[in-house]
């Protein structure tokens, strides 16, 4: 099932999982033309069965034109990879977080917890992590916390 609007609020649809790639094709486009979705989410991985399998060819093909790929080189690949929104979920740690810092581009990584698909105290340890982090530049904390968020979806800069 599809979640997109409530209340004025935007949420990126929690699509089916690997389990059922047309289930997750068709909330797809549900979420995205219908409900006025501003993403989509999508496991990577369940029972096994991962989004490379080919059954998932129809979804790529309903998101590829949304995404807008860039190049072909392996250059331009990463360069449209850095370029993805990041979360901080499972990030937080001394090692992964300077690694996702180094990689994405600048103000593309928000602030995740996987909340409540993680018991609340493991989520408290990376909010904690990530608060803690001792090399964070003058106001790049509050972007990952609020600000690139807004960038994503305006709405949220009014609230």
Do not use: I, K
Not at 96 to 104: H, I, M, R, V, Y
């Amino acid at each position: 099932m599809a979640l997109a609007c409530a209340g004025g609020r935007s949420y990126a649809a929690p699509l089916a999982g690997p389990d059922d790639p047309a289930g997750a094709r068709a909330e797809a486009v549900h979420a995205l033309d219908e409900l006025g979705s501003d993403g989509v989410t999508v496991l990577s991985n369940a029972y096994g069965r991962y989004l490379g399998d080919p059954d998932f060819e129809p979804l790529w093909a309903e998101l590829d034109p949304r995404l807008r790929p860039g190049g072909a080189t392996p250059e331009d690949l990463l360069a449209e990879l850095r370029r993805f929104w990041f979360d901080t979920a499972f990030c937080a740690g001394p090692a992964s977080l300077p690694s996702l810092l180094a990689f994405a581009a600048p103000g593309r990584l928000l602030y995740g917890s996987d909340f409540p698909m993680l018991p609340e105290e493991w989520c408290s340890g990376y909010d904690d992590g990530l608060d803690g982090y001792p090399h964070w530049e003058d106001g790049q904390l509050h972007a990952v916390h609020r600000g690139n968020a807004e960038l994503v979806v305006p709405r949220l800069a009014r609230a």
